[in-house]
C-alpha cells in the first residue's frame, strides 16, 4: 500500500553541508563570525514571549525593510528563511505542470521545491565557464513556463550575472512570466557592474526579488528570508505561507541584525577579503577556479569531488561536495580557510 505520493520516491532529499564535532565547517556559507552585537539580547527578550504565537504577518520586520529599502511595505512577503519563500512563490504562481525554468546547477533546493509543488523543472545548463546561459534560459521559456529563477551571484558556482546581460534576459522573457532574482549573497557583490536587482530591476511588474538574513547577517539557525515584489504578487505569496512560521525569536533577531548594518558591511569585508586570497592561492596552485561574487569558491573537479572532499574532511575541514561535478568552500576566517589551503594543496 502506498500511503504517500508515488512520485517522491524518486525525489532526492535535501543534503545540508555537514558539522562534524571538532571540525571546522565550510560546507553551508554561513559567516564564521557569530551572532551580530545585540541579536542573543534581543532573543533573550522575546523569550518571555513564547506562550504567545508570533505576529502573523511580520509587521514589524518587514516596516523595518520597507524603511531600509525604501519600497512600500505591501511590496514585502516574510517568512522562515529564502528557501521558504522560494517554495511560496512557486506555490503562488504554478499549478501541477506549469513549468520553472531554472539554470543547472544552481541551488539544490530549486528541483526539490519544484517536484513536490508539482512543477516541471526545466533546468538550463551553465556554460562552460560555469555561469548561467541566459540567452539559453530565454529561448527555454514557453507557453507553460510561470516561473524562471535567476540565482546571482549563483550557488554553488559563485559566478555573477551582469547588469547588462540580465536586461537583456529581461526584455527577452518579457513581463508575462514571474522572474525571481535569487540575491542570497548579495551582501557579497563587489562588482559595481553586477546589479542590484531590487534597486535597478524591481519596479517591473513581473521581478520578485529574494534575500535572506541567513548568510551576511549572521541568522541561519533562526530562518529569516523575504522577497520584494509588485504588490499582487506579494499578497498572494502572504497567502500560502504557513501561518506563524516565522517565529518570536526569529522575528525578534531579524529586526536586531538589521540595526547592525556597518558591523555587517565590516564583517562581510572580511569575507571579501579572504575570497580573494583563497582564489588566488588555488588558481597559483593550478586549479580552474570560477570567479566568485558571493562568500565561497567552486572547485570543477568533476569526478575527483568527492575524494577531495574526504581529503579536506580528514584535515579536519568540511566542505560540500556535489558528486561528479565539483565542491563549493565557503569562505571562513583566516585560519580556517589557511587550514583549508594547507589540506587542499596536498590534495592536489
Ligand atoms: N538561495 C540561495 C541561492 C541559497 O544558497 C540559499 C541557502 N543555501 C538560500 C536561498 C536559502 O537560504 P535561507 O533559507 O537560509 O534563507
Known sequence: MNLTRADLAALPSY?????????????SNEVPYGPLPGVVEAIVEAAQGVHRYPDLGVVALREKLSARLGVAVDRIAAGCGSVAMTEH????????????VYSWRSFEAYPIIAATTGATSVRVPNTATHEHDLPAMAAAVTSRTKLVIVCNP??????????????????????????????????FVTDADV????AEFGDRPNVVVLRTLSKAWGLAGLRAGYLVAQP??????????TPFSTNIAAQA??????????????????????????????L???????????????LPLGDGSTAFAETCEQAGVIVRPFAGDGVRV??????????????AEKAF
Open 15 to 27: 543534503v545540508p553541508g555537514r558539522t562534524v564535532p571538532g571540525s571546522i565547517k565550510l560546507a
Open 89 to 100: 512563490i512557486m506555490r503562488a504562481t504554478c499549478l501541477p505542470g506549469d513549468e520553472v
Open 154 to 187: 549563483n550557488n554553488p558556482t559563485g559566478t555573477p550575472i551582469r547588469r547588462a546581460e540580465l536586461r537583456e534576459f529581461l526584455d527577452a522573457v518579457g513581463p508575462e512570466v514571474v522572474v525571481v532574482l535569487d540575491e542570497a549573497y548579495r551582501e
Open 195 to 198: 546589479p542590484d536587482g531590487l
Open 232 to 241: 499582487e504578487v506579494a499578497e498572494a505569496v502572504r497567502k500560502v505561507i
Open 253 to 282: 533577531a531579524a529586526l536586531a541584525a538589521l540595526d547592525q548594518e556597518e558591523e555587517m558591511a565590516r564583517r562581510a569585508a572580511l569575507v571579501v577579503a579572504e575570497r580573494s586570497r583563497v582564489r588566488d592561492t588555488l
Open 284 to 298: 597559483k596552485l593550478g586549479q580552474d577556479i570560477p570567479e566568485s561574487q558571493a562568500n565561497f569558491v567552486w
Open 330 to 343: 565557503t569562505i571562513g576566517t583566516p585560519e580556517e580557510n589557511d587550514t583549508f589551503l594547507n589540506a
